[in-house]
Each structure stands twice: as structure tokens, then as C-alpha cells.
């Protein structure tokens, strides 16, 4: 089970931390991430981190988004500064049981609004 929580309404240029708490059969994954998705389209991988810490970005988010972990609380963030317009969209995170592949677990989402 993952739990998505920070989301909300924020000007351009202002920022938000998403957090990501994994409980249950979600709560040792190898790799988690984020994602983002708005209305029509698909959902877009923005950021992940594996279990030894290593992270990657989209190309739109490097510098302005940071993933980390916080393993004691089972609990990953995704702090995001500098936002734009375009970064508006349903924000979900994910858990992956393997190095590779698909995701195993999704959340239920968390709306992040920058109004333009």
C-alpha cells in the first residue's frame, strides 16, 4: 500500500514536498519513483530512487526536483521547487519488487496545481 500526501495549489515559482509512505506487501520495494499525469494522457515518469540510493529525473525536472528516502519511516518525498504551469497534474507514486521492469504498486494520487 503506498500513501501519497503534500499535494495542493501553489503559485509559479513556488514550491511543495510530495510524500510517499509504504506500508504493507509495498513496504521493502527495490526502486520507487514518481510519476505525473494529466487529463488525456499518459502517466510520465518523473524521478526514481533504488535501494542504494541512486536517483534518476526526467530531463523537464533535473535540478528543480529532488527525490530522497527516509528508510525508518518507510517514507520517500519528492520536493519540488521552481514550479511551473506545466508541472500541474495528478502526481503518483510507485514501488517497484525488482531492479527492472514494470512497478508493482501505485498510489492513489496527489493533485498539484500551479496555476498559470
Known amino acids: 500500500h503506498l500513501s501519497e500526501s503534500g499535494g495542493g495549489l501553489v503559485q509559479a515559482g513556488g514550491s511543495l514536498r510530495l510524500s510517499c509512505e509504504a506500508s504493507?506487501?509495498?513496504?521493502?520495494?527495490?526502486?520507487m519513483a514518481w510519476f505525473r499525469q494529466v487529463p488525456g494522457k499518459e502517466r510520465t515518469f518523473l524521478a526514481s530512487i533504488r535501494a542504494g540510493g541512486f536517483t534518476e529525473y526526467q530531463d523537464s525536472v533535473r535540478g528543480r526536483f529532488t527525490m530522497s528516502r527516509d528508510r525508518g519511516k518507510n517514507t520517500v518525498y519528492l520536493q519540488m521547487n521552481s514550479l511551473k504551469p506545466d508541472d500541474t497534474g495528478v502526481y503518483y507514486c510507485?514501488?517497484?519488487?525488482?531492479?527492472?521492469?514494470?512497478?508493482?504498486?501505485w498510489g492513489q494520487g496527489t493533485q498539484v496545481t500551479v496555476p498559470s
Open positions: 504493507g506487501r509495498a513496504d521493502r520495494p527495490y526502486r
Open positions: 510507485a514501488a517497484a519488487e525488482s531492479a527492472i521492469g514494470g512497478y508493482d504498486y
